[in-house]
């Protein structure tokens, strides 16, 4: 079974810019979650989303967002970025909202410049 | 809200055992969850507590205390391939949110 897919793995933007970010989920899996990890900081929930719905928000501000589609793909938008958004973002998916075991993707590594 | 607090590094030889604290503090969860991360690589999971006590997992084995907000990892003959981050995560009851640990570097030395 493959595992979660995330592209593009590497993205360099200038501030100001938006960037989408793309998550596909191991088949099956219904429920995406997203993460920032940087240097020092962690794991940051970002949102998780379940058959099409924003369960659960973290504490971002509005420029990050998402969206979930029926085939379970997930997209995550930051818009007007700024340089403090440079960070690994992670995706997780897992069979049911609430399961305590995720499967992370190998992340998109994000450079604003 | 939630957090959760744990060493940021910790280091033993091969072949030791090797123990990662988790403190937390949380109104409510669902159970406490430990994953591992390679440098460069993505988090994996390890193992889950929903239930107070020691669930064990090869060489792996983890600890839940809700009456003490205290959990912890134990990792039993420590390999090299066994240097990378962990880091323990709960899923909050109130607003289903996950929150993770800050996470500890474990380096193992020959």
């Known amino acids: 079974k493959a595992g979660v897919t995330q592209t593009p793995r590497y993205l360099i933007k200038t501030r100001g810019q938006q960037v989408t970010l793309s998550c596909s989920p191991i088949?099956?899996?219904?429920?995406v979650s997203w993460y920032q990890q940087t240097p020092g900081q962690g794991l940051q929930f970002l949102f998780e989303?379940?058959?099409?719905?924003?369960?659960n928000k973290g504490n971002f501000p509005g420029r990050f967002s998402g969206r979930q589609f029926s085939n379970s793909r997930s997209e995550m938008n930051v818009s007007t970025l700024e340089l403090g958004d440079s960070a690994l973002y992670l995706c997780?998916?897992?069979?049911?909202?609430?399961?305590?075991?995720?499967?992370f993707g190998p992340g998109t590594r994000l450079t604003v410049l | 809200g939630q957090s959760l607090e744990q060493p940021s590094e910790v280091t033993a030889v091969e072949g030791a055992i090797v123990q990662i604290n988790c403190t937390y503090q949380?109104?409510?969860?669902?159970?406490l969850s430990w994953y591992q991360q390679h440098d460069g690589g993505a988090p994996t999971f390890l193992s889950y507590?929903?239930?107070?006590g020691l669930e064990e997992t090869g060489r792996f084995s983890s600890f839940l205390s809700r009456s003490d907000s205290y959990g912890y990892l134990l990792l039993q003959e420590l390999q090299m391939k066994d240097s990378a981050s962990y880091f323990c995560?709960?899923?909050?009851?109130?607003?289903?949110?996950?929150?993770f640990g800050d996470g500890t570097t474990l380096t193992v030395k020959p």
């Open positions: 997780a998916s897992s069979v049911l909202a609430g399961d305590y075991e995720q499967f």
């Open positions: 088949s099956g899996h219904r429920s």
């Open positions: 989303y379940f058959s099409e719905t924003q369960r």
């Open positions: 949380t109104s409510g969860f669902y159970g």
């Open positions: 507590n929903g239930l107070d």
């Open positions: 995560a709960v899923k909050g009851t109130n607003a289903g949110k996950s929150t």
